[in-house]
């Protein structure tokens, strides 16, 4: 979601005042009006990667949305779209909703449906699009996590899920105290797309500024809903099996990330 400009106190995006000269890319490309998408930002990533190696540097990704990381640092492709079949598809969302579709899509690819769950309208949009178009699983075009695009050192950082749960919180509330129920005002203001509008913390604020929810709730909803998120991540990078872990207290775990890089630099 740092993607968007003016998404700023949500997403944690770092001022440009921290950013101690270093380029940041992917940051403030899109309006939140805009739609997001993976394959989009597949090339526009790999292209600022390819950016910073002709420049003599070492490009650093940081995130994030599991598919979206991996859809960089592996050899995923993605199949291209029809506007006709997008069209029928997501007239038929709107008129029925998600569960018929996902119902489909669980008879067509079961593996899909799991991954997706039974409320995201528009992924399931999407992964009967491509069965449509390819004959084939929603998966079947993404590589596994196993062969990189370009040679790559992956880096984590572990912490106990108590430790963990404490700093999302925390992070929750500070996002109301440092005005996110404005940022989301004057988003709404320009214009919101229906991916932004579903981000995190932004979709509670919105619904606390339209009256849906109050402002106790609309926190406690963003906290269970980012925790829920955590849950997945650290799901989703689990499973990358060339990752090198470090605990998030360990004192020399900079260095030791810096030395790894430089090894394979």
């Keep these: 979601m740092q993607l968007y400009r003016g998404m700023d106190i949500g997403t944690a995006k770092l001022p440009a005042g921290e950013r101690r000269g270093f380029p940041h890319h992917m940051l403030d490309v899109l309006e939140p009006s805009d739609e997001a998408s993976v394959a989009g930002y597949q090339i526009e990533a790999r292209a600022a990667i390819d950016g910073v190696r002709a420049r003599g540097a070492i490009p650093i990704l940081v995130g994030g949305s599991g598919l979206y990381v991996s859809s960089v640092v592996y050899d995923f ?8 079949i997008r069209h029928r598809l997501e007239t038929e969302l709107l008129e029925s909703g998600p569960g018929i579709l996902h119902a489909r899509l669980r008879e067509l690819d079961a593996e899909a449906a799991v991954a997706i769950g039974p409320h995201n309208g528009r992924r ?19 590589a596994a996590e196993s062969r990189y695009w370009t040679p790559t050192v992956t880096i984590g950082v572990t912490a106990p899920r108590a430790e963990l749960v404490r700093r999302l919180d925390e992070r929750v509330h500070g996002m109301w105290a440092d005005g996110l129920v404005d940022e989301a005002a004057a988003i709404l203001e320009r214009g919101i797309g229906v991916t932004a509008a579903r981000a995190i913390g932004y979709a509670q604020a919105i619904a606390q500024i339209r009256g849906e929810l109050a402002e106790g709730e609309a926190i406690e909803t963003t906290a269970a809903l980012t925790r829920k998120y955590a849950r997945r991540q650290v799901s989703w990078f689990n499973r990358f099996p060339h990752t090198n872990w470090f605990a998030y207290d360990d004192r020399e775990r900079v260095a030791s990330a810096l030395q790894l890089v430089l090894d394979h630099a």
Excluded: Q, W
Aim: proline share 11%; aromatic share 8%.
């Design 77 to 84: 492709r993605f199949p291209g779209t029809d506007p006709a």
């Design 124 to 142: 399931i949009v999407r992964a009967l699009e491509v069965i449509e178009l390819t004959g084939e699983p929603f998966g079947s075009g993404l």
